[in-house]
């Protein structure tokens, strides 16, 4: 269709510069002059031929190769290591496959596009989604679990490190998901500002009241004219929540029966929203107010205007040569959690990759083998150090321990150390349920009115309560 | 007054050429038209179906098929992007006026999108009038100057604005230091739709500019001499001479204007996040939020259509409006 | 009688204050493109040495080259398809007689309250059905066909004298060249008119781009600043205003280059 279209654009221009006259005038000079103006067009449209509308001889392979097409939703240096390192890679040791990764947008796109695009010939193969979107995945009913296509066994939970898959599974205990790229929050601190604050680098605080403490300090101390940066982004919340060992959503996260109740008034809930107004109110948070800003943290961090921040452990590597630059060194600490509650861990943050059902079984088959591979302690390995993700796989996180590499780059140990100290319980496993992505912005509801209109957090989070549960019910009542 | 009237006749056929499509005059010569074609017309029919094919064609598919399926779209509950689908009739345009937030955001969308219109409107007619003056130089300087924010797309004008209100590095805020005010832009709703306003106006008064300039190089100069001989004073000249003369454009770009405040507000709206609690999400955001990440396509499909029957009703009441003011007529 | 010594420098004054204000953020973006990542995100409106730097990783490193690419691209091509179709439509309106040319009339004029951002989901399915989205295709045909374009020339044929059709019948010229070779060369002043409103309808465009295209090889550069800008791919502002400064060029030129010919064509339209 899409082949088609450039040749009909290229015939009505033609026509229109120089159709037939229907009086029979013979043709002249002037049809030579229409065919000029409209050719250039379409060499300049060859030129630009979209690179994502390509067959397996355009990316280096066979005409009759498979062709595994691929979506994700990574950009900037990912983005070329995954297309460039991880798919051109294997499609060019693997006889008969070639695989196409395209960068299909945000998380959120990705998910919309490959359900939308499913049952035709546009679905790609494998898609990558974000955790929220899991229960999405699972009823739209286009995917088709892991444990299910994967004969040989060969991608199996107990080889993924537990706080990885335990997200990812479901109620059989197979994956249904290939765990991808992982992350969850961690604390940046940068350490020339802590010693010259007074304060142990070595030992950053780790509660929330000594967050507040060190903020005093370092406030006083004239160290940095701001304390602590993160993301106005509901990930945060749940992680503080997770943390306390409380679940977000009822029926064990969803786990254990479909949620239809999400707990965000609860205990550790109203907790973590105090300390954020509070945090906010003493002027110890510098954020710029706009919502899900990712670059805020940062780019006060890369300034010297903060000495602390909350971020994603796959921004560890942007953090520490941020830092660098400013001739101050990067150190790393836990999530912070309540003063009187005990840690259970973090939930894992991040994608996995998902198999549409509707195709051959030949391509789900080559599909299913590059998602092995991906997984295999060496790619595993390789995307970690590249990227700052997880190692997901336990015999990689071993390997790298042995090689000595967390040693060389503690602060991506504290990451690893931090998942590995998880407690896996349904609070750590994190909520699967309808309307998350929904859910994400009206829990940020609560949060402004929180913070930008001191609103009582018990408050704005009951209200938010009422709306979160309200849109459950509904995607609920829709889907059963 | 009846006298000048009649001399603006002279220009009955100079109604800026773009408002020609939806101003009465633009209809009127529509029909004379074809009886005149009757004379002297090509007897190929068949050319004349080619000529307009490509153009009907188009604007079948891309615009009345998605008109109609948005209408079967605002019947349904829609889940998994259109996988799953539900009637429900009119269930989703009770929810716009009956859901609080859903009914806040069409007000919102109202006030927003009238000061817009009205603002950009009445000060690119304002800098025009400054500009056509008579004895005043400079005046091609001024206008390339002033028409320069219109070489910036409307998003990337929100990112300016964003970096320029930003409150730890932006520049409004160094400007107004020095006077103890540190307005938090971006954490107060009404500062944050101050700043869309701002943003919005900045990026879109050139282009009204550039059209009521070319409007005043059409006017007719006899009349405007007529007037100062009669030692008329500016004000009255502006404003029962050329204000009369120039609305057929004020018309043109009031249709355009409402467009934009409506639908091209959405690229400021994305870059500010809609927020702080949702008092930058105009209608049109909410739309997308809904037909993309929410998932609720049916409820967006009943706002698209609500949004469009507000844009189509305001269109026709200015023209309306405008066949009676429009003094040529 | 000229106005006043007072009142030429008074309206100095406020032409110049307007002024001041509507390039501050220009000359501001223009300043912070200069700048170092760390003298990018402080108050300073110096001037450093960064901005070839800035522009470099702005349209090498973070793609906006290609996006610029794209964008001229898709824009010329609907200014180009635009042009084209609403020559030929108004032709078939003004020099044909068929059966239904009301009909078909009203149904072009009637798509003038029809902004495509108001069926954004649906045009979306539709398109991704074709399977257009990520593609130009997807970003140039749905744009392709014109109302106002089609009104504008329909408009500027509707004066020129009558006599010149039976001229060219008596001649035995057809249709399709009198269109080429009498409609066109009198019309470009009126071409460049609308092209200046198509150029700046498409670049400004942001609605429709940024969901039918999220694949940066076909991204469109004011979509891709704004991502570059909330996908936490960049704390450097002075990359984002080196990037948003570069985008302004293509529309300048096009000013400069038909602004007389789109003053002309009001002119024209006001000489009967």
Same mark, same amino acid.
């Given at each position: 269709?899409?082949?088609?279209?450039?040749?009909?654009?290229?015939?009505?221009?033609?026509?229109?510069?120089?159709?037939?006259?229907?009086?029979?005038?013979?043709?002249?000079?002037?049809?030579?002059?229409?065919?000029?103006?409209?050719?250039?067009?379409?060499?300049?449209?060859?030129?630009?031929?979209?690179?994502?509308?390509?067959?397996?001889?355009?990316?280096?392979?066979?005409?009759?190769?498979?062709?595994?097409?691929?979506?994700?939703?990574?950009?900037?240096?990912?983005?070329?290591?995954?297309?460039?390192?991880?798919?051109?890679?294997?499609?060019?040791?693997?006889?008969?496959?070639?695989?196409?990764?395209?960068?299909?947008?945000?998380?959120?796109?990705?998910?919309?596009?490959?359900?939308?695009?499913?049952?035709?010939?546009?679905?790609?193969?494998?898609?990558?989604?974000?955790?929220?979107?899991?229960?999405?995945?699972?009823?739209?009913?286009?995917?088709?679990?892991?444990?299910?296509?994967?004969?040989?066994?060969?991608?199996?939970?107990? @080889?993924?490190?537990?706080?990885?898959?335990?997200?990812?599974?479901?109620?059989?205990?197979?994956?249904?998901?290939?765990?991808?790229?992982?992350?969850?929050?961690?604390?940046?601190?940068?350490?020339?500002?802590?010693?010259?604050?007074?304060?142990?680098?070595?030992?950053?605080?780790?509660?929330?009241?000594?967050?507040?403490?060190?903020?005093?300090?370092?406030?006083?101390?004239?160290?940095?004219?701001?304390?602590?940066?993160?993301?106005?982004?509901?990930?945060?919340?749940?992680?503080?929540?997770?943390?306390?060992?409380?679940?977000?959503?009822? @029926?064990?996260?969803?786990?254990?029966?479909?949620?239809?109740?999400?707990?965000?008034?609860?205990?550790?809930?109203?907790?973590?929203?105090?300390?954020?107004?509070?945090?906010?109110?003493?002027?110890?948070?510098?954020?710029?107010?706009?919502?899900?800003?990712?670059?805020?943290?940062?780019?006060?961090?890369?300034?010297?205007?903060?000495?602390?921040?909350?971020?994603?452990?796959?921004?560890?590597?942007?953090?520490?040569?941020?830092?660098?630059?400013?001739?101050?060194?990067?150190?790393?600490?836990?999530?912070?959690?309540?003063?009187?509650?005990?840690? @259970?861990?973090?939930?894992?943050?991040?994608?996995?990759?998902?198999?549409?059902?509707?195709?051959?079984?030949?391509?789900?088959?080559?599909?299913?083998?590059?998602?092995?591979?991906?997984?295999?302690?060496?790619?595993?390995?390789?995307?970690?150090?590249?990227?700052?993700?997880?190692?997901?796989?336990?015999?990689?996180?071993?390997?790298?321990?042995?090689?000595?590499?967390?040693?060389?780059?503690?602060?991506?140990?504290?990451?690893?150390?931090?998942?590995?100290?998880?407690?896996?319980?349904?609070?750590?496993?994190?909520?699967?349920?309808?309307?998350?992505?929904?859910?994400?912005?009206?829990?940020?509801?609560?949060?402004?009115?929180?913070?930008?209109?001191?609103?009582?957090?018990?408050?704005?989070?009951?209200?938010?309560?009422?709306?979160?549960?309200?849109?459950?019910?509904?995607?609920?009542?829709?889907?059963? | 007054?009846?006298?000048?009237?009649?001399?603006?006749?002279?220009?009955?056929?100079?109604?800026?050429?773009?408002?020609?499509?939806?101003?009465?005059?633009?209809?009127?010569?529509?029909?004379?038209?074809?009886?005149?074609?009757?004379?002297?017309?090509?007897?190929?029919?068949?050319?004349?179906?080619?000529?307009?094919?490509?153009?009907?064609?188009?604007?079948?598919?891309?615009?009345?098929?998605?008109?109609?399926?948005?209408?079967?779209?605002?019947?349904?509950?829609?889940?998994?992007?259109?996988?799953?689908?539900?009637?429900?009739?009119?269930?989703?345009?009770?929810?716009?006026?009956?859901?609080?937030?859903?009914?806040?955001?069409?007000?919102?969308?109202?006030?927003?999108?009238?000061?817009?219109?009205?603002?950009?409107?009445?000060?690119?007619?304002?800098?025009?009038?400054?500009?056509?003056?008579?004895?005043?130089?400079?005046?091609?300087?001024?206008?390339?100057?002033?028409?320069?924010?219109?070489?910036?797309?409307?998003?990337?004008?929100?990112?300016?604005?964003?970096?320029?209100?930003?409150?730890?590095?932006?520049?409004?805020?160094?400007?107004?230091?020095?006077?103890?005010?540190?307005? #938090?832009?971006?954490?107060?709703?009404?500062?944050?739709?101050?700043?869309?306003?701002?943003?919005?106006?900045?990026?879109?008064?050139?282009?009204?500019?550039?059209?009521?300039?070319?409007?005043?190089?059409?006017?007719?100069?006899?009349?405007?001499?007529?007037?100062?001989?009669?030692?008329?004073?500016?004000?009255?000249?502006?404003?029962?001479?050329?204000?009369?003369?120039?609305?057929?454009?004020?018309?043109?770009?009031?249709?355009?204007?409402?467009?934009?405040?409506?639908?091209?507000?959405?690229?400021?709206?994305?870059?500010?996040?809609?927020?702080?609690?949702?008092?930058?999400?105009?209608?049109?955001? #909410?739309?997308?939020?809904?037909?993309?990440?929410?998932?609720?396509?049916?409820?967006?499909?009943?706002?698209?259509?609500?949004?469009?029957?507000?844009?189509?009703?305001?269109?026709?009441?200015?023209?309306?409006?405008?066949?009676?003011?429009?003094?040529?007529? | 009688?000229?106005?006043?010594?007072?009142?030429?420098?008074?309206?100095?004054?406020?032409?110049?204050?307007?002024?001041?204000?509507?390039?501050?953020?220009?000359?501001?973006?223009?300043?912070?493109?200069?700048?170092?990542?760390?003298?990018?995100?402080?108050?300073?409106?110096?001037?450093?040495?960064?901005?070839?730097?800035?522009?470099?990783?702005?349209?090498?490193?973070?793609?906006?080259?290609?996006?610029?690419?794209?964008?001229?691209?898709?824009?010329?091509?609907?200014?180009?398809?635009?042009?084209?179709?609403?020559?030929?439509?108004?032709?078939?309106?003004?020099?044909?007689?068929?059966?239904?040319?009301?009909?078909?009339?009203?149904?072009?004029?009637?798509?003038?309250?029809?902004?495509?951002?108001?069926?954004?989901?649906?045009?979306?399915?539709?398109?991704?059905?074709?399977?257009?989205?990520?593609?130009?295709?997807?970003?140039?045909?749905?744009? =392709?066909?014109?109302?106002?374009?089609?009104?504008?020339?329909?408009?500027?044929?509707?004066?020129?004298?009558?006599?010149?059709?039976?001229?060219?019948?008596?001649?035995?010229?057809?249709?399709?060249?009198?269109?080429?070779?009498?409609?066109?060369?009198?019309?470009?002043?009126?071409?460049?008119?609308?092209?200046?409103?198509?150029?700046?309808?498409?670049?400004?465009?942001?609605?429709?781009?940024?969901?039918?295209?999220?694949?940066?090889?076909?991204?469109?550069?004011?979509?891709?600043?704004?991502?570059?800008?909330?996908?936490?791919?960049?704390?450097?502002?002075?990359?984002?205003?080196?990037?948003?400064?570069?985008?302004?060029?293509?529309?300048?030129?096009?000013? =400069?280059?038909?602004?007389?010919?789109?003053?002309?064509?009001?002119?024209?339209?006001?000489?009967?």
């Amino acid at each position: 269709m899409r082949r088609v279209f450039w040749s009909l654009l290229a015939v009505a221009l033609l026509a229109t510069a120089c159709g037939d006259d229907g009086g029979g005038e013979p043709t002249d000079v002037m049809d030579d002059d229409g065919d000029e103006q409209a050719e250039p067009e379409e060499d300049e449209a060859d030129d630009l031929e979209d690179p994502d509308d390509v067959d397996a001889e355009e990316l280096g392979g066979d005409p009759d190769d498979i062709v595994i097409t691929f979506w994700h939703g990574l950009g900037g240096d990912d983005e070329v290591f995954i297309e460039e390192e991880l798919a051109q890679a294997y499609s060019d040791q693997t006889d008969g496959v070639v695989v196409n990764a395209q960068n299909r947008g945000t998380y959120e796109e990705v998910l919309d596009q490959s359900i939308t695009a499913a049952g035709t010939d546009q679905a790609p193969h494998i898609a990558q989604l974000y955790e929220i979107g899991t229960q999405i995945a699972r009823d739209s009913g286009i995917f088709a679990p892991i444990h299910e296509l994967d004969e040989e066994g060969a991608i199996d939970a107990d @080889n993924y490190i537990d706080a990885v898959s335990s997200y990812y599974t479901d109620e059989t205990g197979g994956l249904y998901s290939a765990p991808f790229n992982s992350s969850n929050p961690i604390m940046m601190i940068n350490r020339d500002m802590f010693e010259e604050a007074g304060l142990d680098p070595d030992d950053p605080p780790q509660r929330f009241g000594e967050i507040m403490d060190a903020c005093e300090q370092i406030l006083d101390s004239g160290a940095s004219e701001g304390c602590y940066g993160m993301p106005i982004h509901s990930w945060f919340f749940e992680q503080m929540v997770a943390n306390q060992g409380a679940v977000l959503a009822s @029926n064990d996260n969803g786990r254990d029966g479909r949620a239809d109740e999400v707990y965000l008034d609860s205990d550790e809930a109203v907790a973590v929203m105090e300390w954020w107004q509070e945090m906010d109110a003493e002027g110890y948070w510098t954020n710029s107010g706009a919502r899900e800003d990712w670059d805020d943290p940062r780019t006060l961090m890369a300034d010297g205007q903060i000495a602390m921040a909350v971020d994603s452990t796959a921004s560890v590597r942007a953090y520490q040569d941020s830092v660098a630059e400013l001739g101050n060194e990067l150190g790393t600490a836990f999530l912070p959690i309540p003063d009187d509650a005990e840690r @259970n861990g973090t939930i894992i943050g991040g994608a996995s990759l998902y198999v549409l059902e509707d195709h051959e079984d030949e391509e789900i088959a080559a599909a299913m083998e590059f998602i092995n591979w991906l997984s295999e302690p060496e790619q595993d390995m390789e995307w970690h150090r590249a990227t700052g993700y997880f190692p997901v796989r336990t015999e990689s996180r071993e390997q790298l321990e042995d090689e000595g590499w967390f040693e060389e780059n503690p602060n991506f140990g504290t990451a690893v150390e931090q998942l590995e100290q998880t407690e896996v319980s349904p609070a750590t496993q994190g909520a699967v349920m309808g309307q998350f992505p929904q859910i994400r912005s009206i829990v940020l509801d609560a949060a402004e009115a929180a913070m930008f209109e001191g609103q009582d957090p018990a408050d704005a989070l009951s209200a938010s309560k009422q709306d979160a549960d309200s849109v459950l019910q509904e995607y609920n009542a829709d889907v059963e | 007054m009846s006298q000048l009237t009649e001399k603006g006749e002279a220009t009955e056929a100079s109604p800026p050429p773009t408002s020609g499509a939806g101003s009465p005059g633009g209809e009127g010569a529509g029909r004379k038209a074809f009886a005149q074609t009757h004379a002297a017309s090509f007897p190929q029919r068949r050319a004349a179906l080619w000529l307009l094919l490509p153009t009907i064609v188009i604007l079948s598919l891309f615009l009345y098929y998605p008109m109609l399926r948005t209408f079967w779209l605002s019947l349904l509950s829609v889940r998994f992007y259109g996988q799953q689908r539900r009637f429900v009739g009119l269930e989703n345009f009770q929810r716009i006026f009956t859901d609080p937030s859903s009914y806040d955001a069409v007000v919102r969308t109202a006030v927003i999108s009238t000061i817009v219109i009205v603002a950009t409107i009445g000060i690119a007619l304002f800098l025009a009038a400054l500009l056509n003056q008579r004895g005043i130089s400079g005046g091609r300087v001024y206008r390339l100057l002033l028409i320069w924010p219109l070489a910036l797309s409307t998003a990337i004008s929100g990112i300016v604005f964003l970096t320029l209100f930003n409150p730890n590095f932006g520049m409004v805020n160094a400007v107004l230091a020095p006077f103890g005010i540190q307005p #938090e832009w971006f954490r107060d709703r009404t500062l944050a739709q101050v700043v869309m306003v701002l943003t919005l106006i900045w990026n879109r008064v050139g282009f009204n500019l550039v059209f009521y300039t070319a409007a005043y190089q059409s006017l007719p100069s006899e009349t405007l001499e007529a007037a100062l001989v009669d030692g008329a004073t500016p004000w009255q000249r502006f404003w029962h001479i050329t204000f009369p003369l120039l609305s057929p454009m004020t018309l043109f770009l009031l249709v355009t204007s409402t467009v934009f405040a409506f639908f091209d507000a959405y690229a400021v709206a994305e870059v500010f996040g809609g927020g702080p609690l949702n008092a930058t999400s105009i209608l049109i955001y #909410e739309i997308t939020e809904n037909a993309f990440r929410d998932d609720r396509i049916g409820l967006a499909a009943a706002q698209s259509l609500l949004l469009f029957l507000a844009v189509a009703f305001i269109t026709i009441v200015q023209l309306r409006q405008g066949r009676k003011r429009v003094t040529y007529q | 009688m000229r106005p006043s010594r007072g009142a030429v420098v008074g309206t100095h004054v406020v032409l110049s204050i307007a002024t001041f204000l509507f390039l501050a953020p220009i000359l501001y973006a223009l300043a912070k493109s200069t700048q170092d990542l760390g003298t990018s995100v402080s108050t300073s409106l110096s001037i450093g040495d960064q901005f070839a730097i800035n522009a470099r990783a702005a349209m090498d490193r973070f793609g906006l080259g290609r996006m610029m690419v794209n964008t001229v691209f898709v824009t010329a091509m609907v200014t180009l398809g635009k042009t084209v179709l609403s020559l030929a439509a108004a032709t078939a309106f003004v020099y044909f007689r068929f059966p239904m040319q009301g009909v078909a009339f009203a149904l072009v004029l009637f798509t003038l309250m029809m902004p495509t951002e108001a069926l954004i989901r649906a045009l979306y399915d539709l398109v991704g059905s074709l399977g257009m989205l990520n593609s130009y295709e997807g970003l140039i045909l749905p744009f =392709m066909a014109s109302a106002t374009g089609t009104f504008l020339f329909r408009q500027h044929f509707l004066r020129i004298p009558r006599d010149l059709v039976e001229a060219a019948q008596v001649d035995g010229v057809g249709p399709f060249r009198f269109l080429r070779s009498f409609l066109v060369p009198l019309s470009w002043n009126i071409i460049g008119a609308s092209a200046v409103i198509d150029v700046v309808y498409m670049w400004n465009m942001y609605l429709w781009p940024r969901w039918a295209v999220t694949d940066p090889d076909v991204m469109m550069v004011q979509v891709g600043l704004v991502r570059l800008l909330s996908e936490q791919q960049v704390n450097h502002y002075g990359i984002i205003m080196a990037g948003a400064v570069i985008t302004m060029i293509p529309p300048l030129l096009v000013f =400069m280059l038909l602004q007389e010919r789109f003053t002309r064509g009001f002119a024209l339209s006001g000489d009967k």
